[in-house]
C-alpha cells in the first residue's frame, strides 16, 4: 500500500501498523475483503482530529472457479492430482510412430486420448492434436467451472475471452503438409495453413461457445501459459471481461518435435528407463523429456463468480514476466530474481508470506541450478517453503508446461497436500533438500504459492496464487 504524497509521515507510521498479510494482499482491493479502506485519524498540537478517509482506487478481484487438462497422468484434475501425489511418472517409450531413427524414444505421451464429446467429427478429423488437446481442456475447465451450456447462453459473451497459447503449434500438420509438398502429383490439404496456425484453437473454441471477447494466443515458449494467465487476468482487472479461459497446449511429442530439441542437446538421454529420466535437482540429471498435453484455467471476477454460485479454487494474486536480454539457451540468475521480485511487488505479496514453490526446474543442469539459486536469494530465510517440480512426473509439456504446474499448484491449495519430487536419488550437492519436498508427499497449509516458467532466449513468469479469504 503505498501513502499518497498529500498524506504526513505521520499517516505513513500509521499505516505501518496494519498486518502483514494486511499488506501483503490488498493491493487497494475493495472488491475483495483484505481491500477494506480505512480511516486514519492525524492528531497535531493544538489542532482539532482530522478524520480522512484513503482515497479509494478499486482493483477487481480474480479468482479460479475451474480447471481443466489433458496429461499423460490423467485428463481429470482429481485423477491427475492423485496420480502425482502417489509420484506416478507419466513417461514411457513412445508407441504411436516410429522412434527407430529417432535420437530420443520416450516421452510423456497420450496413450488413450480421444476428442469424442468434445470436439466435432468433422474438426476432429482436420484439426491438428494441440487444437484438440486445447479445446478438450478448455471445455473440461468450462464444466468443472459450472458453465454447462444453458449457462453459457445467460453470459455476457462479449465478456468472456479466451487466451490459450502453444509453443509449438500444428508439428503434425505442418509435416504432413510439407511431405505432400515434396510429391509434386499430390494436392496440399487446403486445411494446413489454418490448422496449423497457433492461434486457431483459440478461435475453434471461441467460435463454438459463441465468446467475443478478447482473443488471441500468446507464444513465449515454455512460458507461453503463465503469459496467457498474466494477460487474461489482466482483462478481468481492467474491467474488459468478466470471465477468462486461460493456458495452454502443445503436441510436441513428435519426430520434429524429438528431432529439434535433441539437436540443442536438450533432451535426456535416459531411453533405457523411461520413468527415471526426468529428475530435477538430481545429479543424474541430463535433459528435460518432452511432454504432450494441455491446462485451461477459467479465471472469472469474484463477485461474478459469486453471483452465480460458483465454486472458488483460489484466488489469483497476479504475477510478473521479464527477459534476461543476456543469451539464448543459459538462465541468468539476476534476471529470475528480479522476475520474482517484480511478481512479488505487482501482487503485493510479502516474500515471507511464499511457502510454496512450483518451480520450473526441467531436470537440466543448468537450468535446475540457476533457478534454485535464485529462489534461495529470495526466500532462502523462509523455514516452512516447500519447492517441488511437477515435471519430474509429467515431463516438459512446452507451451503447456505452466497451465499444468498452475493446476498442481492450485490443486495443492485446495488439498493441503504438495507433490513429491521424485527420482532426486542423489540430490546436487548446491540444493538444500530442506526447502525440496522429499520423496513423499507432505502437508502443507499454504499462504501463498509461487509458478515459475521460464524458456530459452532468458523469458520468464512467475504467478502467484493464495486461498481465497473468507469474508
Known amino acids: 500500500m503505498a501513502a499518497a504524497s498529500s498524506l504526513s509521515s505521520l499517516l505513513v507510521s500509521s499505516m505501518a501498523l496494519t498486518s502483514p498479510i494486511f499488506q501483503s494482499h490488498c493491493l487497494n482491493n475493495t472488491t475483495c475483503k483484505r481491500g477494506t479502506t480505512m480511516a486514519v485519524s492525524l492528531q497535531t498540537a493544538n489542532k482539532p482530529v482530522i478524520h480522512q478517509e484513503k482515497p479509494t482506487n478499486k482493483r477487481r478481484c480474480v479468482?479460479?472457479?475451474?480447471?481443466?487438462?489433458?496429461?499423460?497422468?490423467?485428463?481429470?484434475?482429481?485423477?491427475?492430482?492423485?496420480?502425482?501425489?502417489?509420484?506416478?511418472?507419466?513417461i514411457t517409450e513412445i508407441e504411436k510412430f516410429d522412434t527407430s531413427q529417432l535420437p530420443s524414444k520416450i516421452g510423456a505421451e497420450l496413450k488413450s486420448f480421444s476428442p469424442e464429446g468434445f470436439v466435432s467429427s468433422k474438426l476432429a478429423m482436420r484439426a491438428d492434436n494441440f487444437m484438440l488437446y486445447l479445446i478438450t481442456a478448455g471445455k473440461k475447465a468450462l464444466a468443472d467451472g459450472g458453465i454447462s451450456d444453458e449457462v453459457n447462453g445467460q453470459l455476457d459473451k462479449t465478456r468472456c475471452g479466451i487466451i490459450v497459447g502453444s509453443a509449438m503449434g500444428g508439428l503434425r500438420i505442418f509435416y504432413e503438409w510439407f511431405e505432400n509438398m515434396l510429391i509434386l502429383s499430390r494436392r496440399p490439404n487446403p486445411f494446413s495453413v489454418p490448422m496449423a496456425?497457433?492461434?486457431?484453437?483459440?478461435?475453434?473454441?471461441?467460435?463454438?461457445?459463441?465468446?467475443?471477447?478478447?482473443?488471441?494466443?500468446?507464444?513465449?515458449?515454455?512460458?507461453?501459459?503463465?503469459?496467457?494467465?498474466?494477460?487474461?487476468?489482466?482483462?478481468?482487472?481492467?474491467?474488459?471481461?468478466?470471465?477468462?479461459?486461460?493456458?495452454?497446449?502443445?503436441?510436441?511429442?513428435?519426430?520434429?518435435?524429438?528431432?529439434?530439441?535433441?539437436?540443442?542437446?536438450?533432451?535426456?538421454?535416459?531411453?533405457?528407463?523411461?520413468?527415471?529420466?526426468?529428475?530435477?535437482?538430481?545429479?543424474?540429471?541430463d535433459g528435460i523429456v518432452l511432454g504432450d498435453g494441455a491446462g485451461v484455467l477459467l479465471l472469472e471476477e469474484l463477485e461474478h463468480a459469486k453471483r452465480r454460485g460458483a465454486r472458488i479454487y483460489a484466488e489469483f494474486l497476479g504475477g510478473s514476466s521479464s527477459a534476461d536480454a543476456y543469451h539464448l539457451t543459459r538462465p541468468h540468475p539476476d534476471g529470475i530474481v528480479r522476475c520474482i521480485e517484480k511478481a512479488l511487488a505487482k501482487a503485493g505479496v510479502a516474500r515471507e508470506d511464499v511457502n510454496y514453490i512450483n518451480?520450473?526446474?526441467?531436470?537440466?543442469?543448468?537450468?535446475?541450478?540457476?533457478?534454485?539459486?535464485?529462489?534461495?536469494?529470495?526466500?532462502?530465510?523462509?523455514?516452512?517453503?516447500?519447492?517441488?517440480?511437477?515435471?519430474?512426473?509429467?515431463?516438459?509439456?512446452?507451451?503447456?508446461?505452466?497451465?499444468?504446474?498452475?493446476?498442481?499448484?492450485?490443486?495443492?491449495?485446495?488439498?493441503?497436500?504438495?507433490?513429491?519430487?521424485?527420482?532426486?536419488?542423489?540430490?546436487?550437492?548446491?540444493?538444500?533438500?530442506?526447502?525440496?519436498?522429499?520423496?513423499?508427499?507432505?502437508?502443507?497449509?499454504?499462504?501463498?504459492?509461487?509458478?515459475n516458467s521460464f524458456t530459452l532466449g532468458g523469458q520468464n513468469s512467475s504467478i502467484l496464487f493464495a486461498p481465497l479469504q473468507s469474508e
Open 63 to 90: 479468482v479460479v472457479t475451474g480447471i481443466g487438462l489433458v496429461t499423460a497422468l490423467g485428463e481429470d484434475p482429481d485423477v491427475f492430482y492423485n496420480n502425482v501425489l502417489q509420484g506416478i511418472s507419466g
Open 197 to 285: 496456425g497457433n492461434n486457431m484453437g483459440c478461435a475453434a473454441l471461441a467460435i463454438e461457445l459463441g465468446w467475443m471477447g478478447p482473443n488471441y494466443i500468446i507464444n513465449a515458449g515454455c512460458a507461453t501459459s503463465n503469459h496467457c494467465i498474466l494477460s487474461a487476468a489482466g482483462h478481468i482487472i481492467d474491467g474488459i471481461t468478466d470471465m477468462m479461459l486461460c493456458g495452454g497446449s502443445d503436441a510436441g511429442v513428435h519426430p520434429i518435435g524429438l528431432a529439434g530439441f535433441a539437436s540443442c542437446k536438450a533432451l535426456s538421454k535416459r531411453d533405457c528407463d523411461p520413468t527415471k529420466a526426468s529428475c530435477p535437482w538430481d545429479t543424474n540429471r
Open 359 to 451: 518451480a520450473h526446474a526441467p531436470s537440466t543442469q543448468v537450468g535446475d541450478l540457476i533457478e534454485f539459486a535464485a529462489l534461495v536469494r529470495c526466500f532462502g530465510n523462509n523455514m516452512e517453503l516447500k519447492i517441488n517440480s511437477t515435471k519430474s512426473m509429467t515431463g516438459h509439456l512446452a507451451g503447456a508446461t505452466g497451465a499444468v504446474d498452475a493446476i498442481a499448484t492450485i490443486k495443492a491449495i485446495q488439498t493441503g497436500w504438495v507433490h513429491p519430487n521424485i527420482n532426486l536419488d542423489n540430490p546436487d550437492k548446491a540444493v538444500d533438500m530442506n526447502l525440496l519436498v522429499g520423496s513423499k508427499k507432505e502437508r502443507l497449509n499454504i499462504k501463498v504459492a509461487l509458478s
